[in-house]
């Protein structure tokens, strides 16, 4: 499966026959990043105001709303992405 983030602020997972298996829009402004859970349960994603959500993929919630503080910048990353460790970055 592969997880993805627009600059129209949707979110979106897609499987490997190019269906689309989750599609929700971000309230937050553009997404900067997208991280898709091992068993593909849960999706990381990072918005341009700094708002980070963790969306349950099966019913589309969100399960957890974060939001960095004015002078970071959010960001996800799974292990061994640049560096990167598994997880949201704030």
Known sequence: MLAIG???GEVLVVDSQ???RFKR???HG???CVSLSPDGRSL???SQDG???LWDVGTG???RNLKANSM???GCAREGAAGGHEGVHA
């Open 6 to 8: 627009t600059t129209r």
């Open 18 to 20: 190019g269906r689309t």
């Open 25 to 27: 829009e971000e309230r």
């Open 30 to 32: 553009k997404v900067f």
């Open 44 to 46: 990381a994603s990072g």
């Open 51 to 53: 708002t980070l959500n």
């Open 61 to 63: 919630k969100i399960v």
């Open 72 to 74: 970071q910048q959010a």
